[in-house]
């Protein structure tokens, strides 16, 4: 069955790092695009980054600059390197898979606190 296992969050202070992962299985990974969203509380889920099957990446301008997405086919994971993050980074991000359908990833917490 179709799997997106999202990992790598945590408590970060202000200008530190984060890198996520989201490892799939049960689709051919390499033939989805594949995205990173996250939702606040109290607030709507929000497309943060996606990078196509042929590895061509957009961002939402709040991230530009900050926020690196990239993908390993061998290893079926897509990661978020999340550098210089604000207080307002803070979140559940979520990963997704799309072609034919869309799967979801389970959500991991990222918190951005002194």
């Known amino acids: 069955q179709v799997q997106l296992v999202e990992s790598g969050g945590g408590l970060v202070q202000p200008g530190g790092s984060l890198r996520l992962s989201c490892a799939a299985s049960?689709?051919?990974?390499?033939?989805?695009?594949m995205y990173w969203y996250r939702q606040a509380p109290g607030k709507q889920r929000e497309l943060v980054a996606d990078i196509s099957s042929a590895s061509s990446t957009e961002y939402a301008d709040s991230v530009k600059g900050r926020f690196t997405i990239s993908r390993d086919n061998a290893k079926n994971t897509v990661y978020l390197q999340m550098n210089s993050l604000k207080p307002e980074d803070t979140a559940v991000y979520y990963c997704k898979a799309a072609r034919n359908y869309n799967y979801w990833g389970q959500g991991t917490q990222v918190t951005v606190s002194s």
């Open positions: 049960g689709f051919t990974f390499s033939r989805y695009a």
